[in-house]
């Protein structure tokens, strides 16, 4: 028999505010597919009307206005599509409580349908704690997550969930590649200036031992939603 094919999909939404208990919907996924960690030409995007006003603040962030999505189709319209293109791959996601929260939330709104999760159809990584946990004290956003690994994010002025789900699967590659330097960002850059190459060994992979999304939220998920639409989380500089 031959090795099995790893399919996984980095995916990220954009809403319209925080908090899907407020009545927060969707209005914007974005995925792009990997197979055995290399990236396909296959994606999913599509906006989506969710019935209700967006936010001032939700809209700074990704630029997406309600005239926009007006003739855009709904969430149930689109769902099949969606979970067609997710349904048995490895969602990989940044503050995934977040976007997780968003599609069940979606899901229970769904006639017949209402009791379906995301964990029914794939499993989650989680890039967020594994970024902490690999850079104990160092920012985890995804901007800074570029910086350190040296990836162009120039073109990003506003969010966008296509947009950031390309980003992320760099990010992704990057970070679990199997080599990681002991040195900061800063000290990198000061490495290379000097005309100096330093190359760290392969290391043997992390074991990721995730925790469940009730403990992730508990411990710091206002943090993380402030993180995810501001250009900083003041409590973490």
Known sequence: MGES???QV???TETTGLNPREGHRIIEIGCVELIDRRLTNNSFHVYINPDRVIDDGAIEVHGITNEFLQDKPRFEDIVDDYLAFTEGAELIIHNAPFDVGFLNHEFSLLKGRNTLKVKDKSTVFDTLPFARKKHPGARASLDALCKRYGID????ELHGALLDAEILAEVYLSMTGGQFSLMDFDEQEQ???QGIIRLSKD???LKVIACSDEELVAHEGH???IEKVSAGCVWRK
Request: proline fraction near 0%; charged fraction near 40%; avoid cysteine.
């Open 153 to 156: 994010n120039s073109h990003r």
């Open 5 to 7: 094919t790893l399919r």
């Open 191 to 193: 490495v290379k200036q």
């Open 10 to 12: 980095v995916l990220d």
């Open 203 to 205: 290391r043997e992979r």
């Open 223 to 225: 943090l993380d939603l």
